[in-house]
């Protein structure tokens, strides 16, 4: 939770894996999002390379951009569930608790408070990302009481429409008459309005989107995390296909993805005015920087 803990003395880097120095020689620690951000990726150590997920997976692509976008990664937690996208986000250089299956969003809570007790004077990031059976299935309550009570956290959605990691179950968000493994006949119910509980339900900032755009993709990532950190609760509802399940060619997946932007998750975003004038002041000033 510190660059303190990642520097190790000159003497022992030798002893160290590979993998390790160069984090600490090349990685995005303690950098700006100009010099490691999402614009030069492949240009420097980034956070999460290698990972067990299944060929073609877009949802692997985001959990990628996720990283590349964090604003103070030596100063960020994850924390996540059960489900396709642990694989991924356990194998990254951040912290990451993984917790019973669907109260992620009820540990950050508790979490993001002891941050701002033990760290009064340091800001740390905590962002819940989980899949849509982790979030807005089984996670449902504890995840909307935490955008009631306000907490000052991210929550992101990976939203394959899918219980892809077991077998192919229909979830809440798949979209109605979904024909899935385990849902011979189709799904006989609309998908859940995730974007407009989490706004009724107080989040300062939603999108709702298909990551196509990786500039676009970060520039949500960051203004989510940025208005988390001073306003309250945030929500990012992003779709990452199960190629498996909905048996997406590898070659395909990208071109799916660009189908779903101008469909159902084509961009939407809402924001508070609180978090317009945070964003204009927040932009500004890393124009700026990086000018």
Known sequence: MSLNYMV?????????????????????????????GTKN????KELVEEHPMCSGCWMAYYIKIIFA?????????????????????????????????????????GITRAFRLRFPDQQKDVITIAGDGGMMDIGFSMTMHAWFRGEKFTTIMLDNEVYGNTGGQESGMSVK???????PKGKNFNKMPAMQLAITAGCVYVVKMSPTNIN???????RAIFAARELGPTFI?????????YSIPTPDV?????EMAKGRFAFEEFMTDEAKELFTVVE????????
């Open 254 to 258: 990208f071109k799916d993805a660009q």
């Open 237 to 245: 509802h992003a779709y990452t296909s199960c190629n498996i399940e």
């Open 41 to 44: 990726m492949g240009k420097y």
């Open 69 to 109: 976008s964090l604003p103070n990664p030596e100063h960020t937690v994850t924390i996540g569930t059960a489900g396709c996208g642990r694989l991924a986000i356990s194998q990254a250089a951040v912290p990451f608790i993984y917790g019973n299956y669907g109260d992620q969003n009820a540990m950050a809570s």
């Open 8 to 36: 190790p003395a000159s003497k022992f880097k030798r002893y160290l894996p590979k993998d390790y120095v160069e984090l600490v020689n090349y990685g995005p620690f303690g950098k700006t999002f100009a010099e490691c």
């Open 216 to 222: 676009k993709a970060a520039k949500a990532i960051r």
């Open 284 to 291: 500004a000033k890393k124009k700026k920087e990086v000018n």
């Open 177 to 183: 008459g979904a024909v899935l493994k385990m849902s």
